[in-house]
């Protein structure tokens, strides 16, 4: 067993785990986080990105000896700490994640969000291909990631106080609307 001390979520913590345990496992088995998820175990999915220093890193790869002495945030530190900062319930980029639907079963979510908090912090005005890549190593198999992109690049706006950006398919979603009520007009005339 190896004594580790490190920040997780703004709290100082101290425990204790076999050498060959990784941050996940820390995490999830001694520390009751939960929302970092185990899924590959072999650093494919992105289902258990946190930030350690701010960054993304894929925490069943990284043994938990290397976070000692760091400071770590899992999806539930986000909301805590915009709270600390503004007073806001949640984290913009968890916010955006609502309102947009870009939230579906919620498996990949924390990893997608910790990404996307990353990036932003990083990179106040990425393009919609930053954010892409900045999200390439995150995988969701329930949605086909616009919707993703599109809270992440409303999160982005309304930071600026810009209006949130079209979605890709709102434009198709009008036309379709607009050629129905066309169609039920006609059908009512006749």
């Known amino acids: 067993m190896r004594a580790l001390e490190m920040q997780v979520n703004g709290d100082p913590v101290e425990t204790a785990a076999p050498d060959h345990w990784t941050l996940l496992e820390v995490l999830r088995y001694r520390l009751g986080l939960t929302g970092s998820k185990q899924g590959c175990d072999k650093g494919d999915c992105g289902a258990c990105t946190v930030l350690v220093d701010g960054k993304p890193v894929l925490s069943c790869l990284t043994l938990a000896a290397h976070a000692a002495g760091h400071e770590v945030c899992t999806i539930e530190g986000l909301a805590p700490a915009q709270l600390r900062r503004d007073g806001a319930r949640l984290d913009p980029i968890q916010d955006a994640f609502d309102r947009c639907g870009a939230l579906q079963c919620g498996f990949c979510q924390p990893g997608m969000m910790l990404s996307a908090r990353a990036l932003v912090r990083d990179e106040p005005n990425p393009s919609r291909e930053q954010i892409r890549a900045a999200l ?45 009520g066309a169609s039920a007009s006609v059908e009512e005339g006749a």
């Not at 599109?150 to 607009?178: C, F, K, M, N, Q």
């Open 136 to 180: 390439s190593g995150n995988l969701c198999r329930c949605t086909g990631y616009t919707q993703i992109v599109h809270a992440v690049e409303t999160a982005i706006a309304e930071s600026v106080g810009a209006p949130p950006p079209t979605a890709a398919w709102e434009p198709e979603l009008a036309a379709d609307r607009a050629a129905r």
